[in-house]
């Protein structure tokens, strides 16, 4: 069986790719399930699996297991901590909160976890986690000093010392709920001075915001509360959007 991580530079090589991020707390088991099925049959890549609160083991185990048993997509846990963690996903985005005020979002909590990580045979896919402003909760539990909207620079600063650092993905997040994606300068400044993946999430609700995110250079997108908020059908026009651009 191929790794996760695999899987997605093939498939990153023939275009865009979509994650659908299911917060457990808030879409629990059968429903995960259910989500997880038309995500895969709309062209979604992957399942990201994590919240900001009321994340237990228990709550991801029985979501994982609803997505395995409705799809054929991975898990890929998106930790906010040591209870995010569950054998029963495929992969976990081990992320470094690169511009945390705190040690303990920047490695500590990963130093902690990585023994575990180990023993369940968990794939960690090694991620640079930038938080622009507004940030959002995460932001706040992160305890962030939010990168500007205008700041090119320093998020770029950030970005290439993720790369430099052997991460293989670099992550840049507005904040789960944002009112608007990150600013499309601020991707196309990344993408033009990383040579790995881009990742943007957080505001993306509509096909023109997905539009505007992969024209400025963004390889993957992450959408979360739309369909928390506006249900599976809203998922249609923004997988639609990323499958366009790869043929189909
Ligand atoms: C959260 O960026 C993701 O980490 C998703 O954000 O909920 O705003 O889609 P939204």
Redesign the pocket.
């Known amino acids: 069986m191929k790794s996760v991580a695999d899987r997605m530079a093939e498939s990153l090589a023939k275009g865009p790719i979509h994650f659908t991020?299911i917060d457990p707390d808030k879409t629990r088991g059968k429903s995960a399930g259910e989500l997880a099925r038309e995500a895969e049959r709309l062209g979604s890549f992957a399942i990201l699996m994590g919240g900001s609160t009321g994340i237990t083991p228990e709550i991801m185990t029985e979501a994982a297991r609803s997505v395995h048993q409705e799809s054929s997509l991975p898990v890929i846990i998106?930790p906010q901590g040591p209870e995010s963690i569950t054998g029963e996903a495929d992969a976990l985005l081990f992320m470094s909160l690169l511009n945390s005020r705190s040690v303990a979002h920047v490695i500590r909590m990963q130093a902690r976890a990585s023994g575990y990580i180990k023993k369940l045979g968990l794939e960690p896919i090694p991620v640079g986690y930038l938080i622009v402003a507004p940030g959002m909760k995460?932001g706040e539990v992160g305890e962030a000093d939010c990168i500007e909207r205008s700041d090119l620079a320093g998020a770029t600063g950030y970005a290439l010392a993720a790369q430099y650092l052997g991460m293989k993905l670099l992550y840049a997040?507005?904040?789960?709920?944002?009112p608007s994606p990150v600013p499309p300068p601020m991707i196309r400044e990344l993408k033009s001075n990383l040579s790995i993946p881009l990742l943007v999430?957080?505001?993306?609700?509509t096909a023109a915001d997905v539009a505007s995110v992969l024209d400025a250079g963004a390889d993957a997108i992450?959408?979360?509360?739309?369909v928390e908020k506006d249900g599976k059908a809203a998922l249609g026009p923004i997988v639609g959007e990323v499958r366009r651009r790869r043929g189909g």
Do not use: D, K
Request: aromatic content about 6%.
């Open positions: 991020l998106f995460v997040e507005a904040g789960s709920g944002a999430g957080g505001g993306i609700r992450v959408t979360g509360t739309i």
